[in-house]
């Protein structure tokens, strides 16, 4: 068959064609419908396909999260509970507004039960910090320094929370054996329905 011949060819009459003819006219209708489809139908859906895998893996690890914290949810729920308790206790230990001047002479009885002498009790005003109010005392006591260790173990006993800050001891005297301590006591309270 020569190249002329092929030229010359009738679609109308495309049934008498030579079979070598028949079979590429048809690899070639194949190609061009598979190509078409390819691009038309199948090209957006492999597209679509790649980006619901990449959500399918995401989603997979969002169930496993919410999976877990689904299976512990119980033990979630009793660590709350026992937060809460907790927080209430703690909330306990700080005194209401009526509360502080009983502190207040809790933490005098207590400098005087152990032997110390107060030269300066000076309660300042209230710093508020965020739910609740900071009440610093500046003090000055004399006595030993056991009398000292003493009084600090009886304030970290009361039932309501002091800290001590800036502790400064003075020198001890020859003649009677006692110095001097400058402290800020800081006692804190919460603010209760009383403050609004």
Do not use: C
Request: net charge negative.
């Amino acid at each position: 068959m020569e190249l002329s011949s092929i030229t010359e060819l009738d679609f109308n009459e495309s049934g008498e064609w030579p079979l070598p003819i028949k079979i590429i006219a048809i690899l070639l209708i194949f190609a061009v419908v598979w190509s078409g489809g390819y691009y038309f139908l199948i090209k957006d859906k492999q597209t679509q396909l790649k980006s619901l895998e990449k959500k399918e893996v995401q989603l997979k690890k969002e169930f496993e999260a919410k999976q877990a914290k689904a299976a512990n949810l119980e033990a979630y729920k009793e660590q709350l509970a026992e937060m809460r308790v907790m927080f209430e206790s703690m909330l306990e230990q700080l005194p209401k507004k009526s509360e502080v001047p009983e502190l207040l002479v809790d933490v005098t009885r207590t400098g005087l039960i152990n032997g110390l002498e107060f030269e300066l009790f000076k309660p300042e005003g209230e710093r508020p910090i965020d739910f609740y109010a900071e009440l610093p005392i500046q003090m000055t006591v004399t006595g030993t320094f056991h009398q000292f260790g003493e009084f600090v173990s009886g304030l970290a006993e009361l039932p309501r929370i002091v800290t001590m800050h800036d502790i400064k001891l003075g020198p001890i005297s020859e003649q009677t054996g006692e110095m001097t301590m400058n402290m800020t006591a800081k006692t804190y309270r919460y603010f209760d329905d009383s403050d609004n």
